[in-house]
């Protein structure tokens, strides 16, 4: 009976890969039909008549929708394809394979001691108001326990709809995720293969908000006691802050989030444009629909579920003709790694005012325990050797999301070299930053503070 659990997260991306198969086909058309697909996977694995309640909760979560134990299916392909969004919560606890769970093969009592309230008692408990959806948990439980809602079956919709422009906003962290071959030209031509109208750099877009934060150290940090907490990329070091830290939130940028300004932007410049964010982790699922700021992206994929996406179609990575278009910086691109925020903020900061008195001096750290210890210090007054305080939820930064396809060392690297790529040294540089901006109504880059259009736009 366990050993039908192990490794059950592959076993949920096989589920997945049927789904996305049959119902890209048009075979996914009943209730029947989704029966049919418990019933081959009951097969395919071996599970018993007794666990066929999980499965069907695996499939829902595939699907985007909430579990439902032994319910039968119903209305879910009717309600997938009407669904304007993905609704809380994002990570879920499924009855079943805790019970088959020995210790001390389990890690459950260790994944989240530094964030919320989640501890055996048959299994997790999830605290939705405390938890950060960081997913680690996610990733860490090999019996499927615990699971993350897929956003695909809602896209395939709007894929097949010719007359809604669907664009394809990449996190950073992508470079080098499908394959030393596939290059990122050759992943805008699969995206375009899906029906995507374009596939767009979010780096484009941490330029702008780079630049955006460069002036708004310069106006924070006059002496040697100012100190500035960037918010952008990561919604676990975010939530941290917001949640357990409240007295240092004054010192935070109120920028939203790279992922958040790319679906603003695009959709003010393409009319009823829909904006699918790809990303290394399960934390941006949750930020797309916090309150404030839902509506800029439609819906989120990580790159473990692209890969199977593309398996399912058949899309041959290698093999495409690259579609190469230039976007962003250097800087832009290494805000996927620990450092490359406040790598690109100091370029700009030292162009801004070179003779300034009170220097960047940056503090990176990463991994939510390293985070909370850093933040521990700061609310409780002491002594930070820095003015410019850096945080990303998981080790190595974006590029250490748990939902990459490999090696966090070896994913710097290649973002690293993909930067290294651009023709763009730093986000100052980018003259595709000020087409956006005078699409916008800007005309100078000083304007990036004052405009209340654009204010309106990166802030929360």
Known sequence: ?????????????????????????GDLKSAEDLDDLVRDIVDKYGFADAEIPFIKDH??????????????????????????????PIVAKLDGPCEHCEEPNCECSDICRYETSIYRRKGPVIVNDKCLNCGHCVSSC??????????????????KDSKVPVYAAVAPAIAG??????????????????????????????????????FEFDNLVKS??????????????????????????????????????????LKKLYEDARVVFIAPCIAKKAEAIEQDLKGAIDYVLNFRELKEIFNALNINLSELEPDYKDQASFGGRIY???????????TVVNRLEPSRVIMLRAKKTDGVKNCKEILDDLYQGKKVDANFI????CPGGCVGGP???????????MVNEFGEDSLIMTPFDNLNVMKILKHLGINSIEEIINNEEIKKILSR
């Open 224 to 265: 040697e006691e100012d100190f500035f907490l960037t918010s952008c990329c990561c919604p676990v070091w975010f939530n941290m802050i917001k949640k357990n830290y409240p007295g240092i939130l004054e010192h935070m940028s109120p920028s939203v989030s790279p992922m958040i300004a790319s679906g603003r932007i």
């Open 390 to 393: 850096e945080g990303m939820g």
């Open 142 to 159: 090999d019996f499927g326990a615990i699971a993350d809602k897929i956003e695909f079956m809602p896209v395939i919709d709007l894929l």
């Open 59 to 88: 499939i829902r979560l595939a699907m985007g929708l909430d579990p439902k134990g032994n319910e039968a299916f119903g209305h879910e392909l009717t309600i997938i394809k009407n669904a304007g969004e993905i609704s809380h």
């Open 336 to 346: 996927a790694r620990t450092g490359g925020v406040s790598f690109s903020v100091k």
């Open 403 to 413: 939902r990459t396809n490999i090696d966090v060392h070896k994913a710097a690297m």
């Open 177 to 214: 995720q499908f394959g030393d071959d596939v290059s990122m030209g050759k992943l805008r031509t699969a995206f375009k293969l899906m029906g995507f109208k374009d596939m767009i750099e979010v780096a484009l877009f941490a330029d702008i908000l780079t630049i955006k934060e460069a």
């Open 1 to 25: 009976m366990r050993e039908k659990y192990i490794n059950f997260n592959e076993k949920r991306m096989y589920i997945f890969s049927e789904l996305v198969r049959r119902y890209w086909n």
